[in-house]
């Protein structure tokens, strides 16, 4: 039996790394869930409609655990775009949401859209808007001996 080989869709990259150790693990677990998805684009509806309900509830739980890790950074660091950047959040949550509740009502489903959109979603939002909050914790961030930055309690202060 040969054993079925598994395509990245996407790549992790140090481009898309925002500079925080935390956040950069969660995006490639983002892009490990998006490939994972990938994977299991078959053609056979069925199979895609079983994996798609083994996996959606814990997915969407860790993209709400992401997003509330950088709101919780952005609203500690006073982030200037925070409001902006939870919008999206929240907008693609409810997407995704409705991605599931369409799938459980057993309408027209598409794991391979589901698949795009997430892909899209994910390294257009890591692209610009993460990195906008990046540029801003650059900005107010001390660099230790190091070389490392860190934010601490002053920094935030006089980065406000």
């Known amino acids: 039996m040969l054993k079925s080989l598994k395509t990245e869709l996407v790549t992790w990259s140090p481009t898309f790394s925002v500079g925080i150790k ?16 990938f994977n299991h684009c078959i ?3 069925k199979a895609e409609r079983m994996y798609f309900q083994k996996v959606i509830h814990s997915a969407v ?15 500690k660091t006073n982030f200037p775009g925070y409001a902006e950047h939870k ?4 907008s693609f949550i409810l997407t ?8 459980e009502e057993a309408r ?3 794991l391979s859209t589901i698949t795009k959109f997430l892909k899209n979603w994910i390294l257009e939002h890591i692209a610009i ?10 900005k107010i961030a001390t660099r230790k001996e190091d070389g ?12 406000a």
């Open 22 to 37: 935390l956040i950069d693990d969660q995006h490639k677990e983002l892009l490990k869930l998006t490939n994972d998805l």
């Open 61 to 75: 739980s860790y993209i709400k655990v992401h997003f509330a890790t950088e709101e919780k950074i952005m609203l």
């Open 108 to 110: 027209q489903f598409s």
């Open 148 to 159: 490392r930055l860190s934010i601490a309690e002053e920094d935030i202060k006089s980065g």
């Open 129 to 138: 808007s993460d990195k906008q909050y990046f540029d801003y914790f650059r």
């Open 96 to 103: 995704i949401v409705d991605q599931a509740k369409t799938f």
């Open 87 to 90: 919008k999206q959040h929240d």
């Open 43 to 45: 053609g056979d509806e």
